[in-house]
Each structure stands twice: as C-alpha cells, then as structure tokens.
T-cell receptor
Framework: GIQVEQSPPDLILQEGANSTLRCNFS?????LQWFHQNPWGQLINLFY???GTKQNGRLSATTVATERYSLLYISSSQTTDSGVYFC????????????FGKGTKLSVKP | DGGITQSPKYLFRKEGQNVTLSCEQN?????MYWYRQDPGQGLRLIYY???????QKGDIAEGYSVSREKKESFPLTVTSAQKNPTAFYLC???????????FGEGSRLTVL
C-alpha cells in the first residue's frame, strides 16, 4: 500500500521565522490533505490539495503529484502554530481512506 | 453549526468491558470513518462506511465493531477482545466525491 513519509519529525522555531514541511508519498494519489493537531488533540483541516498550490493566510501548500510530494509553508510563525502537522493520502477505492504520515511536531518559541 | 460530535470526550473502563463511542454528523456526508491514534503516532483506520447499512474493515479492525443504521450516526464499540484499547479515537466524515475528511474532537479511552 501507499507509504507516507514526513520530514522533519521535529522542528523548533523562533516566533516570526518561516518553515517548510515536506510529505513524500510512494504512489499516485487523488487525495492529499494537510492537518494541524492542536494540543487538545483536535485535527484541523488546513488544505485539501491533490495537486497545485493553495494559500490561506500565512499558510500555503503545494502538491506536485507527478513527483509524489507535497510541501506546507508556514510564514511568520506564531506560538499558536505549535502542534503536530500531518499529511495524509488516500489508497484503495474510497477517496476518504487516508494513510497518515507520522507527523512533524512543531514548537514555536516566543 | 454543522459539524461532527463525538461523545464522551473521556472514558474509563475496566478490562473485560465493552464500551461504545458515539459519533454524529450533520454535514450530510455520505462516508464516515473511525481512526485510532496512539501517543506520538499517526492515525490508523479502524472501520469506514460509505453508505447506510454498509461498512468495511480498515487496517486494525480486530476487537472493534460498528453499525451504520442512519446516515448521521456511526458508533464504534470497543470490545473486550481488543488487546490494547487505551488510545485516542477520532471519528471523521467526508463527501463521497472528494473524500476530504473532517474530524470530530476525539474520544480518549483509558482502560484501567
């Protein structure tokens, strides 16, 4: 089945810094999502991005499906950006059956 | 407001007891899912349902059971056959066409 690998596993930033998180997947996909898990455990949708580029405020994401990777950019980071970022990609016949990477744990220091 | 509601948020049970976690959505989504998360890990799929009265096993279905009698509801029962039930359980739903997942707030189960 599909393998989803995220890097780096851990990232520590000073407030105001920029960062790039990477997600590699082992097979072609037609569903790629980025999530932020807050300290209380809730998973918040960031992007649904099977291909192309999207932006939402200080966050943007790019998926290059032909090269099997996706990038999440965080600019001018804030302490509230701390948490774990997951990418997930589908497998099988159902578009919603997602395989999750192990996540990138981001800590933003004031 | 539209969303996914999971209950209870915290649950303690003794070994050998079954427990049922509730998941309700009012997003009119066709598909619903249950995922399990262990500390420091990603999510793993337990069961999913794409339509009422139908569901399929995910990667780690052993020791769990589900039902899908209504479009809005997808309860998960953690049975005594589940060897390591202590975990964080997340319910999700998606429109069938895109498969974009939306999650509830989760239920944290601890077996004493």
């Amino acid at each position: 089945g599909i393998q989803v690998e995220q890097s780096p596993p851990d990232l520590i930033l000073q407030e105001g810094a920029n960062s790039t998180l990477r997600c590699n997947f082992s097979d072609s996909v037609n569903n790629l999502q980025w999530f932020h898990q807050n300290p209380w455990g809730q998973l918040i949708n960031l992007f649904y991005i099977p291909s192309g580029t999207k932006q939402n405020g200080r966050l943007s994401a790019t998926t290059v499906a032909t090269e099997r990777y996706s990038l999440l950019y965080i600019s001018s980071s804030q302490t509230t950006d701390s948490g774990v970022y997951f990418c997930a990609s589908n497998y099988g016949g159902s578009q919603g059956n997602l395989i999750f990477g192990k996540g990138t744990k981001l800590s933003v220091k004031p | 407001d539209g969303g996914i509601t999971q209950s209870p948020k915290y649950l303690f049970r003794k070994e050998g007891q079954n427990v049922t976690l509730s998941c309700e959505q009012n997003l009119n989504h066709d598909a619903m899912y249950w995922y399990r998360q262990d500390p420091g890990q990603g999510l793993r799929l337990i069961y999913y349902s794409q339509i009422v009265n139908d569901f399929q096993k995910g990667d780690i279905a052993e020791g769990y059971s589900v039902s899908r009698e209504k479009k809005e509801s997808f309860p998960l029962t953690v049975t005594s056959a589940q060897k390591n039930p202590t975990a964080f359980y997340l319910c999700a739903s998606s429109p069938r066409v895109t498969g974009e997942l939306f999650f509830g707030e989760g239920s944290r189960l601890t077996v004493l």
